[in-house]
């Protein structure tokens, strides 16, 4: 059975930083386009970025030069480094795994950026 659990976020102020961790099991992660997503209250579910099992990444115009995807292949971990903050990043980001025919996601983890 595939499992996603997320962790990581937290309260922080304008201009911090955050690490978000996503631990995969159920033998999915060394296949899968590992992602994350994130939801603001009244707002759909939109793309953070992605990071395929090469190493490609991808990011949201609102995430490029302050977010770091990366995966560890060993540990079955897919990381988000988020710096510079700001207040609309406040959302519950999810961990989401992809391959062909099949998907899978987080429970999420909350991130509210406040002063």
């Known amino acids: 059975q595939v499992q996603l659990v997320e962790s990581g976020g937290g309260l922080v102020q304008p201009g911090g930083s955050l690490r978000l961790s996503c631990a995969a099991s159920g033998n999915i992660f060394s296949t899968s386009v590992m992602g994350w997503y994130r939801q603001a209250p009244g707002a759909q579910r939109e793309l953070v970025a992605t990071?395929?099992?090469?190493?490609?990444?991808n990011y949201a115009d609102s995430a490029k030069g302050r977010f770091t995807i990366s995966r560890d292949n060993a540990k079955d971990t897919v990381y988000l480094q988020m710096n510079s903050l700001k207040p609309e990043d406040t959302a519950v980001y999810y961990c989401n795994a992809w391959r062909v025919g099949y998907t899978a996601w987080g429970q999420g983890t909350q991130v509210t950026v406040s002063s």
């Open positions: 990071i395929t099992t090469r190493g490609m990444t």
